[in-house]
């Protein structure tokens, strides 16, 4: 398959989320509609000039500042590809070499679940769209006085959205502008990106484990995106079940084990691991260890995996959608450079029209 071919369909992979929530008849929140009804306003041709993403932008990532943290981090390290050829296979350099990732860390607003509960769903949706402005401007505030923003900064090329709270309330009216005002900025989920693979694919995967941040367990967040992924691509009869686990070790025994204590018997087909401090490599030299017949782990966790079990990742997801956007779409920067981190930090504060959100380089905040 050509790289123009690849392109197209990455692109469309990505953002048919959007188009089909579109479709299903879900309303979006009034900034949208008041955004992209004003042809003249300042949001309006901000995003109606971004209609391709520029390879000198900056990778954004929007969520806490623990999120942000932790996928920065991840891309700042990551090594899953041969770089000459894109081929799967670690060649000794970092993928991202020569990119910005700007991380708007939101200590304001989070943890997103607890806001929502405060402030209710409309508020994040809001959030996650200013945010996702803010992102795509040229400008930030040099401080908390500074309202019109007068510090240059670089424009989004692409935008996580880090939370999954922000994939539940938020991504949708983001898509949701983006579409109705022709800009090609793309935006992912990690949470989402992982769905796609799990339930996307051609092999299907009925009985799916997650496991997840504490912060997001028995909120039902994750069973309700599970939910909309299975009717996004038309999946009857398939569940989830979700939990977390400590940092103690064997993640995997530790899932399976609360898996058996909540009454869990039905073989698990697939597993996502939407918890970004466990070390894959652990988690799959255990599943190692069960599928080996002469382990004791086999005989105690064999009979809940299928034979077909897999082990999906967001981070991984992440890592892999990112990396295809930006070469097959030709996004790199092509740098000769370590990649590189840039913080921003969120600040609200109140108008005439109501709370806006100021964008601060973090080093211009004084503690």
Not at 104 to 109: F, G, L, M, N, T
Request: aromatic share 8%; proline share 4%; glycine share 6%.
């Amino acid at each position: 398959m050509n790289r123009t071919i690849r392109a197209c369909l990455l692109f469309f992979f990505i953002l048919c989320s959007c188009g089909k929530q579109v479709q299903t008849g879900r309303d979006t929140i009034d900034l949208v509609k008041s955004i992209s009804s004003t042809p003249d306003s300042p949001e309006k041709v901000l995003l109606s000039s971004l209609s391709r993403p520029s390879p000198a932008g900056d990778v954004y990532i929007i969520g806490s500042p623990q999120s942000c943290r932790i996928i920065s981090d991840s891309f700042l390290q990551c090594d899953m590809r041969e770089n000459a050829r894109g081929r799967n296979w670690r060649d000794g350099l970092k993928d991202f070499a020569g990119e910005t990732f700007d991380c708007i860390c939101d200590s304001s607003y989070t943890p997103y679940a607890d806001y929502v509960s405060r402030c209710g769903e409309d508020a994040v949706r809001e959030l996650a769209v200013r945010l996702s402005l803010s992102a795509l401007s040229s400008n930030c505030s040099v401080s908390i006085y500074d309202l019109d923003g007068n510090c240059e900064k670089t424009q989004a090329k692409m935008i996580i959205l880090a939370d999954p709270v922000m994939l539940e309330f938020g991504k949708f009216d983001v898509d949701t502008l983006f579409s109705l005002t022709s800009c090609g900025i793309p935006v992912v989920s990690p949470l989402e990106l992982a769905l796609d693979e799990v339930l996307g694919s051609d092999k299907k995967h009925f009985n799916v484990g997650l496991m997840c941040d504490s912060l997001y367990v028995g909120k039902g967040l994750y069973p309700a995106l599970f939910d909309a992924k299975t009717n996004q691509f038309d999946i009857v009869g398939a569940r989830c079940w979700e939990s977390s686990v400590d940092a103690s070790g064997k993640a995997l025994a530790q899932f399976l084990d609360a898996y058996v204590l909540a009454g869990g018997v039905e073989p698990l087909d697939a597993l996502i691991v939407d918890d970004w401090h466990l070390d894959l490599e652990d988690i799959y030299a255990e599943l190692s260890a069960i599928r080996d017949f002469s382990r004791e782990e086999s005989m105690r966790y064999g009979k809940l995996l299928s034979q077909s079990f897999s082990v999906f990742s967001s981070s991984a997801a992440t890592m892999r959608a990112c990396y295809d956007l930006l070469r097959d779409n030709n996004l790199f920067t092509h740098k000769i450079a370590q990649p590189a981190v840039r913080t921003f930090i969120v600040s609200p504060r109140q108008d005439a029209e109501g709370i806006q959100y100021l964008v601060i380089p973090s080093e211009n905040v004084q503690n």
